[in-house]
């Protein structure tokens, strides 16, 4: 016998529904899937600390260190000598990303009038567009560069042009055509950013209304700037992401982190902290002097504007 389309009204008004919102809070409910046995840091660390990493290479002009390596991120410290170059590059299916940290790097990137970026500067290149930089001035500069794990550059083969030294004896190139054009710049995701100039500077005790460095289908940098507080109670555990990490890059005073079995971490500008998957973790605004005015950023990297935040039953989905 057929159902009625009232019968089968009536039935589906009995259906729970898969998520279910609190009248009295902007929260949802939901079941979510959350590890029994936490994802490992392996060769990850929960913070990095900048003093540390220039402690290994005192006395290198040039140097490389690998800080955060998953699936998704290739996150590393970069320091070069005055006068050193890159080839003429770029990544085919990611943008890269550096926050420039000591010295001065001039970028020359495709479409852009060439400049020259120091501390602060958050610099970005999206993908396929050409892109080269070197080292200006008298002392090193120091970046740390954040690209898509498991991709390799391109190098451009118009005309006469040839692989580069610097690519040889590291995997088969081959010469390619492409239809492929290269990505545009846009309103959020723009060449650079100044941080000191343009937020510090621009207003001391605010954080920018334009907080957005990266925002595309497949990342996310934001800026995240407050005043010092006081570090939350153990009983603020903050939230998780079901598939996906996160780091962020301390970009001015102090920061404190509370990560699932790895403790509550404080951290200063230059230090970087890492979250695997599926572990609770909650990012305040430290306080370095009570008795003075302080403000407190960290710069935070993830897959996507939109990543899915997975709050405590009893928190009403907020940190």
């Not at 550096?98 to 001039?106: D, F, L, M, N």
């Not at 890492?274 to 302080?294: I, N």
Request: some cysteine; charged content about 25%; proline content about 8%.
């Amino acid at each position: 016998m057929m159902m009625t389309l009232g019968c089968a009204m009536a039935l589906t008004g009995l259906v729970v529904p898969a998520v279910a919102q609190d009248p009295n809070t902007s929260a949802w409910y939901a079941w979510s899937p959350k590890p029994d046995r936490l994802p490992l840091y392996g060769k990850n660390r929960p913070v990095t600390r900048l003093n540390d990493v220039l402690a290994r290479h005192k006395g290198q002009a040039g140097w490389s260190e690998q800080v955060i390596l998953t699936t998704r991120y290739d996150a590393k410290w970069v320091q070069a000598a005055p006068g050193d170059k890159t080839p003429v590059q770029y990544y085919g299916d990611d943008r890269v990303f550096w926050v420039v940290w000591g010295g001065e790097i001039r970028f020359n990137i495709e479409g852009q009038a060439p400049f020259v970026a120091t501390k602060g500067f958050l610099v970005q290149v999206p993908q396929r567009v050409r892109y080269s930089m070197e080292t200006v001035g008298n002392v090193p500069s120091l970046r740390f560069e954040v690209t898509h794990a498991g991709i390799r550059p391109s190098y451009p083969a118009d005309a006469s042009q040839r692989l580069p030294p610097e690519a040889m004896g590291k995997g088969d190139y081959i010469k390619i055509s492409t239809p492929t054009q290269p990505d545009e710049y846009d309103a959020v995701n723009r060449p650079y950013r100044d941080f000191l100039k343009d937020v510090v500077a621009a207003d001391p005790m605010h954080g920018p209304k334009d907080h957005l460095v990266v925002a595309d289908e497949a990342n996310l940098v934001n800026i995240i700037r407050g005043p010092g507080v006081a570090t939350p109670p153990d009983s603020n555990e903050g939230h998780f992401h079901i598939g996906d990490d996160e780091f962020w890059f301390i970009l001015e005073g102090r920061c404190d982190f509370l990560i699932e079995d790895a403790g509550l971490l404080k951290t200063d500008a230059g230090d970087i902290v890492f979250v695997p998957p599926g572990r609770f973790h909650r990012a305040s605004w430290g306080l370095v002097d009570r008795g003075k005015p302080q403000m407190d950023t960290r710069l935070s990297f993830n897959v996507s504007p939109l990543l899915f935040h997975n709050f405590a039953e009893d928190a009403g989905g907020r940190q």
